[in-house]
């Protein structure tokens, strides 16, 4: 393995793996992508992996995961079968004082383009006669899906690799510094050197940041999820809190909790899961669970994504956010021009760790 | 619900441990996920001769009935169809009847879970007639089922030997036992002399090399030093031995370590049968595939821990008990399986190392220049 | 051994597709499994953890004592959605409600 390289991503989930593959498309840059462990082993492989835009606000926000999810269909053309579906994305909500909420939510939405329905009970029902008649109504978008995120990151590392890019797994770095321009990325299984260099590390982007003596103002947030067996399919949309995926398993999870990286599964939230499953679909009582899993999110301290370049650092780039999967193609997209380019066709600043103004010394 | 202790698995070491505990007192409850009690225990009909000595020699469902019996003259709840299946974030243990999930607020838990058979594979393995050992013998001595007519057991250790046996005289003909090591790792002369008497060839530096059939088991060849040969059975057995459960284990947050001679993976255990986790005690063939004297012993001597823990009697009569324990389990499987005595007590070593607690005297004594050596 | 031979009964997962994975640089069972869900199913690697430790073993040449267990999963053993809510009162968690005020729902 070489030990120069103009890129060194440190990451391989779904966000890092989707730069280098975007940055390899070019082929004009020698990349090298380093992972603690293995592409699916943290955050991306423990996710529903619903593509999801329609709630998301205020508008610059919702723009950038519509922007992502329209180039879904296109990235699928370009690394393979994802298992992308747009199914359309049902809010439910059980109390009528919610649909206020909701009409305010379409209304915000309709000006950046993304289009929210507001349903009655019996128009949720129509759409998805599964889900349980005590449902008052449901935010509905078009716009949403998901995927298949063990293919999804499957397909990114293999096209990039394609492409040249070359991997180093189960290599935890140790060290990052910054000599003679360079940065020296040191490994568990030795040193790497490159010029331009990006922190994707997810939940793990603290530690990383620490390196280079930022600090990357995120939380580590668990998510619980449970599997049913395969079932005929009978959800057609991803709804919010559960979808059915292609084999006709279930993935059912909607709760967060701050366990800093504890990824056991507890029956406390397991049981509350559960009764919210059959409290949404009836039908699911009899279901059977076949296993629960769980993965820990990034939360940035203000919810939103941080991308782009690391103030004081030149070179240095990071992108840490949460709803990685929905993120990814568009992510991948810009983080490259950025790379390339020095220059961005959607605008980063608001993205920028500069928001947080928590930048020390490299030192 | 509370209790003292709880004891995930209702076999003969958890069995064991419940009559220790509760006719000392301990407030003891036993789930077991199936509908009856005695674990394997239920369908082994062989006479086990080298028991400890304060248990009579029998057959193997006499000793399961005999371990239930007497649990019902004490204060021993006793859930069976109830099954661990996870655990609270306080620590509490998630028991599942089939219609509600609830949790068990324990002092100390024993998990008792025993083993489960290793498979091995080869093309056609997946066929209908292609079972474990022990599933042959569930089908015979529980179900009174005849699993098939023309049978080879794929393995040659004692339990392989011992369902053949059962096999042939239940009339199945059993026409190989396939070994594919150079020698017969069966330890017990009886039963190979029991081979013999009956017939049954065994095959050295053997392989299945596959198994077809319409629909089942139908043609089996069988390659011996790289010739192969046809065998017209409809019923593989596999016994490549054991390997302890782990999951209620890991549910638990115990630390597990590697010791190929107790069977693979298995949870890290002190001279207490304390597993890493200050709350979980282990017995059985979990804490190492052994002996039905080995399974009895750790059952009871981790029932005196978690007495001594809990202070329920004097530490003084339970030290003197254990040493007792201690002395037959080494008498037993010093006779029938001494690797794997020297395999425990490495584990025990292991993790008083690390930790820095002092083995106790008793065991010095007992293992001589082994603790050390 | 044939490598089209089934490792993996519940998700019908053989021999020559641990191998694949293995290639692609994954080298313990619970990165093989994300692969190819081999020991994913209904019995949760009750059967084919071993194997796929002795296959790991071969390709990588390391020692059984080196390849961990996968990752073992509540439930212990598959459990009706029913029996796991249990008798107690549903605690409806909204997923609209939330999320509408935050703009961040889960699990993307």
């Given at each position: 393995?070489?030990?120069?390289?103009?890129?060194?991503?440190?990451?391989?989930?779904?966000?890092?793996?989707?730069?280098?593959?975007?940055?390899?498309?070019?082929?004009?840059?020698?990349?090298?992508?380093?992972?603690?462990?293995?592409?699916?082993?943290?955050t991306s492989g423990s996710t529903q992996a619903w593509v999801w835009v329609h709630n998301k606000t205020p508008a610059w926000y919702g723009e950038l995961s519509m922007y992502s999810a329209e180039l879904y269909p296109f990235l699928e053309r370009k690394i393979g079968d994802?298992?992308?579906?747009?199914?359309?994305?049902?809010?439910?909500?059980?109390?009528?004082?919610?649909?206020?909420?909701?009409?305010?939510?379409?209304?915000?939405?309709?000006?950046?383009?993304?289009?929210?329905?507001?349903?009655?009970?019996d128009e949720v029902l129509e759409k998805e006669p599964a889900l349980s008649p005590n449902i008052v109504g449901a935010t509905y978008s078009k716009i949403d899906g998901n995927v298949n995120p063990f293919r999804l990151i499957e397909l990114y590392v293999k096209a990039a690799?394609?492409?040249?890019?070359?991997?180093?797994?189960?290599?935890?770095?140790?060290?990052?510094?910054?000599?003679?321009?360079?940065?020296?990325?040191?490994?568990?299984?030795?040193?790497?050197?490159?010029?331009?260099?990006?922190?994707?590390?997810?939940?793990?982007?603290?530690?990383?940041?620490?390196?280079?003596?930022?600090?990357?103002?995120?939380?580590?947030?668990?998510?619980?999820?449970?599997?049913?067996?395969?079932?005929?399919?009978?959800?057609?949309?991803?709804?919010?809190?559960?979808?059915?995926?292609d084999n006709g398993e279930v993935l059912i999870g909607y709760s967060k909790e701050e366990v800093d990286y504890d990824r056991r599964s507890t029956l406390d939230i397991i049981q509350d899961t559960a009764r919210m499953a059959i409290d949404f679909v009836p039908a699911l009582e009899?279901?059977?669970?076949?296993?629960?899993?769980s993965g820990i999110r990034v939360m940035p301290e203000d919810g939103f994504p941080i991308l782009g370049e690391i103030p004081g650092i030149e070179n240095g780039y990071i992108a840490a956010m949460h709803s990685g999967i929905t993120l990814s193609p568009l992510v991948g997209t810009l983080m490259t021009e950025l790379l390339s380019e020095g220059e961005t066709s959607i605008d980063l600043e608001r993205y920028s760790l500069k928001r947080f103004n928590t930048i020390r010394s490299i030192g | 619900m509370n209790t003292d202790l709880l004891i995930v698995g209702g076999g003969p070491a958890g069995l064991n441990a419940a009559y220790k505990a509760a006719s000392n007192g301990v407030k003891t409850t036993v789930i077991d996920k199936w509908f009856t009690l005695g674990?394997?225990?239920?369908?082994?009909?062989?006479?086990?001769?080298?028991?400890?000595?304060h248990f009579s020699k029998q057959r193997g469902f006499q000793l399961a009935d005999h371990l239930v019996d007497r649990l019902k003259a004490l204060d021993v709840w006793i859930l069976e169809n109830h099954t661990m299946i996870g655990a609270y974030q306080d620590g509490n243990v998630g028991v599942t009847d089939g219609s509600d999930t609830f949790p068990v607020n324990a002092e100390k838990i024993m998990i008792t879970t025993g083993a489960m058979e290793e498979p091995e594979i080869f093309p056609g393995w997946t066929l209908p007639g292609v079972m474990t050992a022990g599933a042959a013998q569930i089908l015979i001595n529980r179900e009174r089922v005849l699993p098939g007519e023309r049978a080879l057991i794929l393995g040659s250790n004692d339990f392989a030997l011992e369902v053949a046996s059962q096999l042939h005289d239940c009339g199945i003909k059993v026409k190989?036992?396939?070994?594919?090591?150079?020698?017969?790792?069966c330890q017990n002369d009886e039963l190979a002399v029991k081979m013999r008497d009956a017939d049954i060839p065994v095959l050295l530096n053997s392989v299945i090399e596959s198994a077809t059939g319409k629909g089942e088991v139908e043609e089996v060849y069988v390659s011996t030093d790289g010739s192969k040969s046809l065998y017209d059975v409809d019923l593989i057995c596999i016994a490549k031995g054991m390997t302890p459960i782990l999951e209620p284990f890991e549910i638990m947050s115990c630390d597990f370590t590697y010791q190929a001679k107790l069977g693979g993976w298995l949870p890290r255990y002190d001279s207490t049968f304390k597993t890493t986790n200050p709350s979980v005690?282990?017995?059985?063939?979990?804490?190492?595939?052994?002996?039905?004297?080995?399974?009895?012993?750790?059952?009871?001597?981790a029932a005196l821990s978690v007495l001594q823990a809990l202070n329920a009697t004097s530490s003084e009569k339970i030290e003197k008990e254990k040493q007792y324990l201690w002395d037959e389990l080494y008498r037993i499987e010093s006779t029938e399986n001494r690797s794997v005595r020297d395999a425990r007590l490495d584990v025990i070593k292991d993790l008083h190392y690390e930790t820095g607690v002092q083995l106790p005297a008793y065991l010095d004594s007992v293992f001589g220049g082994l603790i050390n050596g | 051994m044939d490598k089209s031979t089934i490792v993996c009964r519940c998700e019908e997962i053989n021999i020559d597709e641990i191998e694949s994975a293995i290639n692609m640089g994954a080298h313990t069972f619970n990165d093989i499994k994300r692969l190819t869900r081999c020991g994913m199913g209904p019995c949760q690697a009750k059967c084919c953890m071993n194997l796929v430790?002795?296959?790991?073993?071969d390709k990588t040449e390391q020692p059984l004592s080196e390849i961990k267990p996968l990752r073992m999963r509540v439930p212990l053993g598959v459990t009706r959605m029913g029996a796991l809510a249990g008798n107690q009162a549903s605690s409806v968690a909204s997923v609209f409600g939330e999320s509408a005020e935050e703009g961040e729902p889960d699990h993307e």
């Open positions: 393995m070489n030990k120069n390289y103009d890129v060194i991503v440190v990451g391989s989930g779904v966000v890092g793996s989707s730069i280098a593959y975007h940055l390899s498309e070019g082929k004009r840059k020698e990349i090298l992508t380093i992972d603690k462990n293995f592409p699916l082993s943290g994802v298992e992308y579906k747009r199914t359309g994305g049902i809010a439910p909500f059980f109390s009528e004082s919610d649909r206020e909420k909701a009409l305010k939510l379409a209304e915000k939405q309709a000006e950046a383009g993304i289009k929210v329905e507001v349903l009655s009970r690799r394609k492409n040249g890019v070359q991997f180093s797994f189960y290599n935890p770095v140790t060290d990052i510094a910054k000599e003679n321009g360079m940065f020296k990325v040191t490994t568990q299984d030795g040193e790497y050197f490159s010029n331009q260099l990006v922190l994707a590390g997810g939940p793990w982007s603290k530690s990383l940041g620490k390196f280079l003596g930022i600090d990357v103002p995120i939380k580590q947030v668990r998510g619980q999820i449970i599997v049913t067996e395969p079932l005929s399919p009978f959800l057609s949309h991803t709804i919010g809190g559960m979808r059915q995926a009899k279901a059977n669970v076949v296993r629960c899993f | 674990g394997q225990l239920k369908q082994q009909t062989q006479f086990y001769n080298n028991l400890p000595h190989g036992i396939v070994e594919s090591g150079s020698e017969l790792l005690y282990i017995a059985g063939n979990a804490a190492g595939i052994t002996s039905m004297g080995g399974i009895l012993l750790t059952g009871e001597m | 430790r002795q296959i790991i073993s």
